[in-house]
């Protein structure tokens, strides 16, 4: 019987990942069992016999320490807390497990910020990924060889499974589900639990703050200058020739600092402020996209869907009740 390891790290209190996915993988276990499908052997893994999570409130107990576990078909990381730095050093035999598992043929995926801890072991280095959006900006920071893709809610990449963020998991979970079971299995699941299916995207819950991390003051002041001037249609190259640098070394500074092109920086400032328009005001389409800076529905509508994965009219039915009655 081929076995699935879900991962109790120390030093993390994401208790809601590693009992959601237990929860669903068992239940799947369940349903192929008795329709004559291949089952697995589903076990808490951990370093020790015991993990506290909020402080003290809640305990995990593993099912066995990695040391018991001389063979494992599929791997998962929970979520971790914040202190990703301090989650990763108190992690370094169960980072070493990962690896020599992956090595022999095991498969690994992370939940949401888990991903901190599988790229802690170079088995992402060159490849995609992605984790919860709010945490990107650091993660890129701590791991510049990944190819981080935060609007992606699953990647899957040579045997390697990453997700989005917070209870976005329960889509991972259904992927891994259709991949170690069936279709019909991944149904049932879906059904019970009521978790949609297919999604493959985080765009929408993206709340973009602008990258501001990264100690470029000149970039600071680009941005400084896009945001503050959201109605303009911002020539770039007028934007590094004010701010005496040249269009190809901008284009090349603003992408290492932030992770996007200027322009692409400007249409996800302009989005943002146009979603904040639609969330919260009965202002028409047209008003918010003037607002904005664009003059032509057609580029705004595509911008728009871009960035979000929805247009601006499913976007504001959405997420405004008021001015979709109207």
């Not at 370093?47 to 099912?63: A, T, Y």
């Not at 090349?252 to 996800?268: H, L």
């Not at 028409?284 to 869907?305: C, H, L, P, T, W």
Request: glycine share 6%; aromatic share 10%; net charge neutral.
């Amino acid at each position: 019987m081929k076995h699935i390891s879900i991962l109790v790290p120390l030093g993390q209190n994401n208790l809601s990942s590693i009992i959601g996915a237990y929860k669903i993988l068992k239940r799947a276990n369940s349903y192929a069992a008795e329709h004559g499908k291949k089952t697995y052997k589903l076990e808490l893994v951990g370093v020790c016999g015991e993990v506290d999570f909020h402080e003290g409130l809640f305990f995990v107990k593993p099912e066995a320490l990695i040391s018991e576990v001389q063979h494992t078909d599929l791997m998962i990381i929970p979520s971790l807390n914040h202190n990703y730095e301090q989650a990763i050093d108190g992690n370094e035999n169960l980072i070493k497990w990962i690896v020599k598992h992956y090595n022999n043929g095991a498969e690994v995926a992370s939940i949401c910020t888990g991903a901190f801890l599988l790229a802690a072991s170079g088995l992402l280095d060159g490849r995609n990924c992605s984790t919860h959006w709010a945490f990107a900006d650091r993660f890129r920071k701590m791991f510049p060889k990944i190819n981080l893709q935060p609007d992606k809610l699953i990647t899957d990449e040579h045997g390697i499974y990453t997700n989005g963020g917070a209870f976005s998991f329960l889509n991972l979970m259904l992927y891994l589900v259709e991949k170690y079971f069936d279709r019909e299995t991944t149904i049932f699941c879906s059904k019970i639990f009521q978790i949609e299916m297919d999604r493959d995207s985080q765009a929408e819950f993206i709340i973009f703050r602008g990258q501001k991390t990264h100690g470029d003051e000149l970039i600071m002041e680009a941005q400084q200058y896009i945001e503050s001037n959201l109605q303009v249609k911002i020539s770039m190259e007028s934007l590094s020739s004010d701010l005496a640098i040249g269009r190809r070394n901008f284009d090349r500074r603003f992408i290492k600092a932030t992770g996007n092109t200027p322009v692409e920086y400007a249409q996800r400032v302009k989005v943002e402020a146009a979603k904040k328009a639609f969330e919260t005001s009965r202002k028409q389409i047209n008003e918010v996209m003037y607002e904005v800076g664009y003059s032509d529905v057609k580029a705004f509508r595509e911008v728009f869907r871009k960035v979000t994965g929805m247009s601006p009219l499913e976007y504001r039915r959405k997420y405004n009740k008021e001015a979709a009655a109207v």
